[in-house]
Every structure is written in structure tokens, then in C-alpha cells.
């Protein structure tokens, strides 16, 4: 791949130079205006492939590339994972009930540059219990971020994060995790989403990832399913999740992935 930028850590972490913010920034503002884009369309009654065949539209459109078409052997533009789906759920012609939750995730490639965010949203009426545990995943990826700068570790970020979810009594899952990215998907570090402050690698400014917990209603314990994709909680409790990729810089860290309308709660489509 075509990953010669900066340098590499001992930890085997890629830094990146200032100027590699600004592709970073136009590749994270698009899969998020997409994100945006599609909160209108996910209503009761409509199949998530119909959602996804929109969003690749979308990223057509834009001149853009999704990352996920061909990626492992994986078919579509985005992954949408429903209720108790922890993540890589496969579009289909399964339609969306009342008072369902959804993530999609999209992951677009924009001048070399990967952008990769998820976000939560509802067809139909959002539940009481299911609006808590949107509400607090969404939070518990801001006490990660909020752990980011220079001198901290990764391990500050999944203790900060687990600490978080596990006081209001859901857990974190443990077999997926965030990841390097720049003008590579997937890159050293594995950002694990619990641990203990003071362990892990160093964070340093130019590194780039994604932080990205998984937060089930039940027992943190998944299993994926046949298709070899799809993760689903094995308790077959809810579970939510929410991405953004970002940069570190010199006092803590820009979010390439930030909502250009501002739509984090499922409701606001
Ligand atoms: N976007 C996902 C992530 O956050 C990866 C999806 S890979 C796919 O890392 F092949 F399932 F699309
Ligand atoms: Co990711
Ligand atoms: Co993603």
C-alpha cells in the first residue's frame, strides 16, 4: 500500500506529518455528511440494503471510493448493524421494525485518505432503555477522546472509556477494537476499548485512529454468525456503537469524522 509518510514508532505506529491532517479532514468530513445524509431515510419499513445501495450512491457522487467494497472479500458500502448486531452487519432485505437501533458505519477513501465512522439511529419510536445505551456509548467514545494528547497512553483511553460504561452497569466488548488508519484501513495500533491508565504505547502528535467501543446492554461476550461477518451479542442483549477517526496533535487531538449538522442523536434525522 502506499503508506511511506513520516515515520514509525517503535511501537510500529505510523506519524504522520502536519500537512496529512488536511486529507485526513476531507476524507473524515465526508463519510460523515453521509452519516447525516442518511438519517433521513431510516424509517420502519425499509430494508437496510436499500440504505446501503443510497450510501454508495452517495459516495459515487462524491468522487470518492468505499473502503469496504472488496475489502476482504466484503460486498458493500457500508455496515449496518441492527439491535442486538454488535458490528459488521450485512446490508439485506430485512426490513426495519418499530423501534429498532441501527448502526452504520461507512468508511470512504477520499486522495488515498481513509475516513471511518459509525453512528446510531432508530426507525420508528426510540425506546427509554434503548436511548440510555445510545446515549451512553455515544458518551463513553468522548471519554476516550477526551483522553487523547500527547504522553497519555492507549491504556488511558480504554480505561477511561470502560470505566465509564461499566459504572452504569453495561459492558464493553472486548473482541473488536479501534484502529491505525490513514492512507491505510486498518494499521497498528489495535485501540483496545478497556484496560488499565499507564499502559500501551505512548501516544505521540501525527499519530491517526479510530476509537470506536461497543457497548452492550447485557454480557460484554459475541459471536460471529455463519456469513463469517456478522457479530452478535451471544446473550442476544442490544448493543450500540459509535466511531470517529482522529488525529493527535500537540494538546490533544482533532476529530476528522465531526457531524456536519450536528446529528448525534438518533432522532434527529
Ligand atoms: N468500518 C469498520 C471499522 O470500523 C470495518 C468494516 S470492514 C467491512 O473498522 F469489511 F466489514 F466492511
Ligand atoms: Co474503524
Ligand atoms: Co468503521
Known amino acids: 500500500m502506499d503508506d511511506t509518510r513520516g515515520r514509525i ?85 430485512k426490513k426495519l421494525k418499530d423501534g429498532d437501533i441501527l448502526n452504520i458505519d461507512v468508511t470512504v477513501i477520499v486522495d488515498g485518505w481513509f475516513g471511518d465512522t459509525s453512528r446510531m439511529y432508530v426507525a420508528g419510536k426510540l425506546g427509554r432503555k434503548t436511548e440510555r445505551l445510545i446515549q451512553i456509548t455515544h458518551d463513553a467514545l468522548f471519554e476516550g477522546i477526551n483522553a487523547v494528547k500527547p504522553g497519555n497512553t492507549f491504556g488511558d483511553i480504554g480505561a477511561a472509556i470502560q470505566k465509564f460504561v461499566e459504572a452504569q452497569r453495561m459492558s464493553v466488548v472486548r473482541d473488536f477494537c479501534g484502529h491505525g488508519l490513514g492512507r491505510v484501513f486498518h494499521s497498528p495500533p489495535n485501540v483496545l476499548h478497556y484496560g488499565r491508565p499507564g499502559t500501551g504505547a505512548v501516544l505521540e502528535e501525527g499519530m491517526f485512529f479510530t476509537i470506536e467501543p461497543m457497548v452492550n446492554l447485557g454480557r460484554p461476550e459475541t459471536k460471529v ?45
Request: charge should be negative; glycine fraction near 10%.
Open 225 to 269: 454468525l455463519a456469513d463469517d461477518w456478522t457479530a452478535v451479542t451471544r446473550d442476544k442483549s442490544l448493543s450500540a456503537q459509535f466511531e470517529h477517526s482522529i488525529g493527535v496533535t500537540e494538546n490533544g487531538c482533532e476529530i476528522f469524522t465531526l457531524s456536519p449538522g450536528g446529528k448525534y442523536h438518533p432522532t434527529w434525522g
Open 9 to 93: 514508532t517503535r511501537d510500529g505506529i505510523r506519524i504522520y506529518e502536519e500537512a496529512d491532517f488536511a486529507g485526513m479532514h476531507a476524507a473524515g468530513r465526508l463519510a460523515a455528511q453521509i452519516l447525516d445524509d442518511i438519517a433521513p431515510m431510516v424509517q420502519v419499513g425499509v430494508a437496510t440494503s436499500v440504505l446501503d445501495a443510497a450510501i454508495e450512491k452517495m459516495v459515487n457522487d462524491a468522487g470518492a471510493k468505499s473502503a469496504t467494497i472488496g475489502y476482504k472479500g466484503y460486498k458493500h458500502a457500508s455496515c449496518i448493524s441492527v439491535n442486538h448486531v454488535v458490528c459488521h452487519g450485512i446490508p439485506g432485505e
